[in-house]
């Protein structure tokens, strides 16, 4: 099959193009970037099947053009709030299956209703897989797996590590760093007691996790929130949640945003500025910056997890899931693999429904972290399982 990656040789996307440049039934991945230049020389750095192009996404028609000499789109350009909706429209218009890393909750909503555009066209569409969403959609799919029912998820991730890559063709503000400020200021959709509401974001909410003990993350709005809910009728309560160290200080940025004092890509450069400081702090001191997926210390909050809350044999219990690897990562490569292993899924026909889904509403998670683990030794398991289950009935 033929890929079009746009923004594959972004921060994001040229991971996701790295792992998919080998799979058997990929016969060539173009990159399209707005840097044609960057395009270019990413794609001489890969190998024979994969080539460079200059591609503007906001002109349709030439998106359209390049998407009709392809068999699927993978999506890496952001802000999606901003991007999502028209490219999957021309994606499902040009024929093609759709991938992309959509991490905003408003145009999830919006593209969740192409889904009968998409299956009227037996076309595949999967939005959100990356890391969260994505990686923490499968851990919850995975936990939902082992309860007879469910009615609480909860998906949750740390904030500290998530600096962006420095090797991009972005300049300037970086979109994750957007997104990042639009998800911590004015209010955010979460579900609560069967019904989608609105609420500030940052307020912390009590988990129990099984084996960790009580911690007390904070909102942050994301997909998951909304996606779990419209995949699994039962699910009443549905929150992503986001801790770390910096939140004293990212409180007040984002005050200064809903007071209308600074702008949303004001507070975004600062925030980036902050994060790419305490990155060269942490590297000045001998500690990487990157994401450790494991966390052996039971008295802190998984590195990023899912939990499940429900009824296990007619008793009240909860699972909760998370990355059993010994190995740093960078938030790329968090976010770009994934996207490759559901492209391969995809692409060797292990994927079969049609419509718009999020990753948890199509794919199997078995099948998910069997071809995570075949993709790339990135998460070194030491010779485990590839996640870690935590179960209060045990």
Known sequence: MKVLALGGSGGMGRFAVESSMDFENVSKITVADINAEAAIAFAESMNEKVTGIGLDVTNIDALKEQMQQADVVINTVGPFFKYGPPILEASLDSGCDYLDINDDWEPTLEMLQFHEKAESNSKTAILGMGASPGLTNMLGAAAIGELDAVETLYTGWTMDGATPEEESSQSGVNAAMVHAVQQMT?????????????????????????????????????????????????????????????????????????????????????????????????????????LNLKNTNLSEPPPLYALAIGLKDGEKASCGTMFNSSELISMGEATGIPLACGLKLLVDGKILKKGVFAPEGVIDPNNFFKELDNISNLLDTNGSEMISIFRSWM
Request: proline share 5%.
């Open 186 to 290: 004015g209010t955010v959709r979460i579900h609560n007691d069967g019904k989608s509401k609105m609420v500030k974001p940052l307020k912390e909410i009590e988990v129990d996790f099984p084996g960790f003990g009580k911690f007390k993350p904070r909102i942050f709005g994301h997909p998951e929130a909304i996606t779990f809910p419209h995949h699994f009728k039962t699910i009443r309560n549905s929150i992503n949640l986001a801790h770390g160290s910096g939140f004293g200080v990212l409180k007040w940025i984002m005050r200064l945003v809903d007071w209308k004092i600074i702008s949303v890509e004001r507070a975004a450069g600062i925030v980036q500025n902050l994060s790419s400081s305490i990155r060269e702090d942490l590297e000045k001191q001998g500690i990487d910056s990157r």
